[in-house]
């Protein structure tokens, strides 16, 4: 039978060997985290700045396909709401949508053409959108190509075995979200930092 009541000493067992068998993986994280961010405070929208705080947790505590995520929303929120503020409320960008419902592919480009962000930067952040992003949020069935042959990019089956069983296939989640958090607090705060005039 499942148990369904537990009391605070059993609560804090399970927490403490919780916290025995993830310390080593967190430790590591934590580490590579301080080692490439930048301390230095930076102007940046509340709900970006959210989001940023939300994707460095989410990648010490070892949630990588959430790192991935809330990565990707950090940014989109970011040019949102730079975009926000220079059309005003209800103002469209250039492409003819407005801006709350430019999708992020939209708000690269824009920030590209207005020459807010690189073309090193929006490749990097198409490539977090597109490569890494996308496979998770848009899982697909399995596609089979004309020789038959399973493509494993982006199916669902694919997305499974990065998380589980990385070495099948020579990817794995968590090279992913690193990536994805190294762009992260090496890029957002110099955009927003260039977005505030600094």
Known sequence: MKKTQWDNSEIRNLLLESDKRSYNGRFKRLRFLLSIEDQEPFPVSALAYEYYEEARLCWYVGAFVATIVMVQLSFEELLRSHYRVAK???????????VDQANFSDLI???????????????????????????????????????????????????????????????????????????????LPKISRRFGGL
């Open 109 to 187: 480009n824009e920030a590209h053409n207005d020459s807010l962000i690189s073309e090193e930067e929006a490749k990097l952040l198409h490539n977090l959108r597109k490569n890494i992003r996308n496979p998770y949020v848009h899982v697909k069935d399995i596609k089979v190509n004309r020789d038959r042959k399973p493509n494993r990019k982006t199916d669902f089956f694919a997305q499974y075995l990065k998380i589980k069983a990385p070495e099948i296939i020579g990817c794995d989640v968590e090279d992913e979200a690193k990536d994805s958090v190294q762009v992260l607090v090496t890029l």
């Open 88 to 98: 005003g409320i209800g103002g469209e960008i250039s492409c003819g949508k407005k």
